[in-house]
């Protein structure tokens, strides 16, 4: 198995999909490398492309807003992509695209071995969560999977445009709050 480093070099380097050849910087992931906690969304915006930070826009400045609230920051959960680089203007990534990409972000979650992973929005949660995964009747659900906790809630995009969505992704994260008590024995 590959080091965090040797992982990351591989993935600065990567050009398996057409994304690469846009990038400005590389998202590799952020936070703990330790946690117990996981959260995986779809693919950078164009401040993360800026940055080579996941979750910095607007839409992961209300995500932070939201993890406060149930006591969680960046020391204890670790965020990443489905793909690592960012699709021009934002568009969903390709299935290729996402096939190209996961086994790197399959690396990550072995070298986190979180207990809990928590997808952001549709795209994150059919591909990790089941294919026919719907996000407006299924979020908030749990689910064991090969030994991960696992399940989603509204992408913080979605409710930027959608104020609506809040007061039930307000329970999700109650929810979440609840499973980390249950199952995590060092975040909170
Ligand atoms: Fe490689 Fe993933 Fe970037 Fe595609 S999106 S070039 S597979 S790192
Ligand atoms: N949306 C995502 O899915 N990921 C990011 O890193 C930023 C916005």
Redesign the pocket.
């Given at each position: 198995m590959r080091s965090w480093e040797e992982l990351r070099q591989v993935c600065e380097q990567c050009q398996k999909c057409e994304l690469g050849a846009s990038r400005t910087n590389l998202?590799f992931g952020d936070g703990n490398p330790n946690a117990e906690i996981m959260f995986v969304?779809?693919?950078?915006?164009q401040?993360?492309d800026l940055t080579g930070t996941?979750?910095?826009?607007p839409?992961?400045q209300l995500l932070d807003r939201m993890l406060e609230i149930i006591d969680l920051d960046r020391t204890k959960y670790y965020?990443a992509?489905i793909v690592k680089c960012r699709p021009p203007r934002n568009r969903d990534p390709l299935a290729g695209e996402q096939d190209a990409c996961i086994d790197y972000l399959r690396e990550q979650v072995k070298l986190v071995r979180p207990k809990i992973i928590v997808c952001?929005?549709r795209?994150?949660a059919m591909r990790l969560i089941s294919p026919d995964y719907r996000i407006t009747r299924e979020h908030g659900q749990w689910v064991q999977r090969s030994g991960f906790w696992m399940t989603a809630i509204y992408?913080?995009?979605a409710l930027l445009r959608d104020e609506s969505k809040r007061p039930e992704t307000f329970d999700d994260l109650i929810s979440i709050r609840e499973k980390i008590k249950e199952v995590c024995e060092r975040t909170c």
């Open positions: 998202v969304g779809e693919g950078p915006g401040q993360e996941p979750f910095v826009g839409a992961g965020i992509n952001l929005g795209i994150a992408h913080p995009s």
